[in-house]
């Protein structure tokens, strides 16, 4: 079978000038080309780990081209889920009424059950749809479209429920998840504490084991939980008693709470900026009796499952996030082709375009990025897809609230009214970067598990280096240099053996350098700080938005290759925003860079510094009026 890792191109496809020749090569080939790719996506086991080898300046090809397909069946399948589930959105949804009253009518979460939305990603044999990654991100491209049933479904089943599914028994999973699947028991997540905040490991609430060992007496309490009030079964973690090597210390451990077991208690809803039809409380825990069949994984494991659980669902951010993009850009496009000022439409101004485009070009990245890695999480062998995961939601989140505001802008006035959605989407989106993780923690989670990943392996040079073998230095100054200025390495992704497509070379040598640099750059900086590095929180977020910003890009090249080669309408457009996106990411990655060299004249990071503390120590604004006069 051939290898469509490495399909060889002649050699005249690439020659300058002859771009359309290259999309067009395939002819007949095409279906074989196709079929084979859809059976490596199907089979294709995860060996390796693209996202932390960029940290080591690597390009693991075999984890991200070709760019994931769902087969036949699957799509067809999808396909017949997905206009159901549109029609009730549009003809059945009042999002300004879940606005206004801060609640989802019953009749519309009665229909969101019927439709299957609370059991999407449980098994068939438990009651579910037993979709995967990939179908449950296309089905977050319409239920984003209302921000309040988003979140409530997610909080049932992206996190509520996920224990159960990802670390639960058989007992527990054919107790509970039926009913969850049907939407008869709806579920929570209790992680958050009044006084932990984003330090999970922090928390306070207690389970204690009953004297006859049958049962743990949960007490504590649990702040901003979505579905906290009308939630029939909770994931609840708290600390125990565990023996560690004979120790006696406290641990973190997941249990399976029913609110029928008494002693459970919901404070008042908050009253919130955005999605106010999502009902977030305080729960309260009062000498709960948990059975001890009740433990999800092991006791003093909890830590681990609310981490694995939160690491698996914020991928969907992406879809979601785009399927409420393109909504905008829908309703906006229509508003600026009509309206008309200084005899032109809206749409002949350029900075109005210029918005479009930005939508369009955010829109297109984050879905890339999105359905690369639920591809990769729907391959055999539960593949860990955390850092790609992450980066997919801070992108998102942020990308999110910038296209929101400018779609807003284009309609003036208008947009700032209630009669239009538009204000109601900037509230609503502005949670994003908050809730599943603060995009400021994920920042440093992702560069910290990147950049702890290439110290494992890089440690003995490192080492050298710091003894004073200078032959080792010098070595690794030399190739930087070349690789910087020179001929940069080639990862494999052009040439005539190729997985980016030709009409796209420049963007995949832009790639190759960004990675090359970004590499080395891991490797200066380890040696540099040392354990210390988790102390410089700048530093680390500039690793972290150019490794976000070096995964955007290859999903964008992959998913752009397998469109031209797939021959899908409009690939051209894809092909135009992919070399718009690789083309201007590449100068800001190289930017960003520059401000990580240690005497960059580009990084203000310790002017910073001290103008925070100056501030901060004031606990003021500080400088003099522009009124006041000396005396």
């Not at 479209?145 to 599914?165: C, E, M, P, R």
């Not at 990411?585 to 190289?590: A, E, H, P, V």
């Amino acid at each position: 079978m051939m290898n469509v890792n490495r399909l060889v191109v002649l050699s005249k496809s690439v020659h300058i000038g002859q771009r359309l020749l290259a999309c067009n090569v395939w002819h007949a080939g095409n279906k074989v080309v196709r079929l084979q790719q859809q059976r490596s996506f199907r089979t294709h086991p995860r060996h390796l780990a693209y996202a932390k080898d960029l940290f080591l300046g690597q390009i693991n090809k075999a984890e991200v081209f070709p760019y994931p397909e769902i087969g036949n069946e699957e799509l067809e399948e999808l396909n017949q889920l997905v206009a159901p589930v549109e029609k009730f959105f549009n003809e059945e949804v009042d999002s300004a009424r879940i606005d206004r009253e801060a609640q989802i009518p019953p009749e519309t979460m009665k229909g969101l059950k019927e439709l299957g939305l609370f059991g999407v990603m449980i098994p068939e044999e438990y009651g579910g749809l037993g979709l995967s990654n990939t179908m449950y991100a296309r089905l977050a491209e319409i239920t984003a479209l209302d921000g309040s049933i988003a979140v409530t479904l997610a909080a049932h089943q992206a996190i509520g429920l996920k224990g159960i599914l990802i670390a639960g028994n058989e007992a527990q999973k054919e107790k509970y998840l039926p009913k969850l699947a049907t939407g008869e028991h709806v579920a929570a997540f209790c992680l958050t504490e009044p006084g932990s905040g984003s330090d999970a490991a922090s928390i306070q609430t207690r389970a204690t084991l009953s004297e006859d060992g049958k049962h743990y007496l949960i007490n504590g309490s649990k702040f901003w939980i979505s579905n906290g009030s009308f939630a029939d079964i909770m994931t609840v973690f708290a600390r125990t008693e565990v023996l560690v090597d004979g120790v006696k210390k406290d641990k973190i451990t997941a249990f399976i709470v029913e609110r029928a077991f008494g002693g459970v208690t919901s404070g008042k809803p908050e009253d919130k900026l955005g999605i106010r039809g999502s009902i977030t409380c305080e729960v309260s825990f009062d000498n709960v009796p948990v059975p001890v069949e009740n433990v999800i994984g092991e006791v003093g494991g909890g830590f681990k499952v609310a981490m694995n659980i939160l690491n698996s669902g914020r991928f969907s951010m992406g879809s979601s996030s785009a399927g409420m993009i393109k909504k905008l850009i829908a309703m906006t496009a229509e508003y600026a082709a009509t309206r008309k000022q200084f005899n032109k439409t809206l749409a002949d101004f350029e900075m109005i375009q210029e918005k479009f485009a930005l939508m369009a070009l955010n829109a297109y990245v984050m879905e890339s990025m999105a359905y690369l890695t639920a591809g990769i999480m729907d391959r055999p062998g539960l593949p860990d897809c955390s850092l790609e995961a992450a980066m997919v939601k801070v992108f998102s989140s942020e990308g999110g609230w910038l296209c929101v505001s400018e779609a807003l802008q284009i309609l003036g006035g208008l947009g700032y009214t209630k009669d239009y959605p538009y204000e109601r989407y900037v509230r609503d989106c502005r949670i994003l970067p908050i809730f599943e993780g603060t995009n400021e923690i994920l920042r440093m989670y992702i560069a910290l598990t990147g950049m702890q990943y290439a110290g494992t392996i890089l440690t003995g040079k490192i080492k050298e280096m710091k003894r004073g073998n200078f032959g080792m230095a010098l070595g690794m100054i030399g190739k930087k240099f070349w690789e910087a200025f020179g001929t940069p390495k080639n990862h494999g992704l052009t040439g005539k053996e190729w997985v980016v497509h030709p009409s796209l070379t420049e963007s995949a040598k832009k790639l190759e350098m960004n990675v090359t640099m970004f590499g080395h750059t891991v490797e200066t900086l380890l040696y540099r700080y040392g354990k210390e590095l988790v102390d410089e929180q700048l530093i680390l977020k500039r690793v972290a938005d150019v490794i976000i910003n070096i995964y955007a890009m290859t999903a964008v090249l992959s998913r752009a290759s397998r469109s031209i080669i797939n021959g899908l309408k409009n690939h051209d457009h894809e092909v135009l925003i992919a070399e718009t996106f690789c083309g201007e990411t590449f100068f800001k990655n190289n930017y960003m860079l520059v401000q990580l060299q240690k005497h960059s004249p580009e990084n203000n990071d310790a002017n910073i510094k001290k103008i925070a503390r100056q501030v901060l120590e004031k606990r003021s604004y500080i400088c003099s009026h522009p009124l006041e006069r000396t005396h």
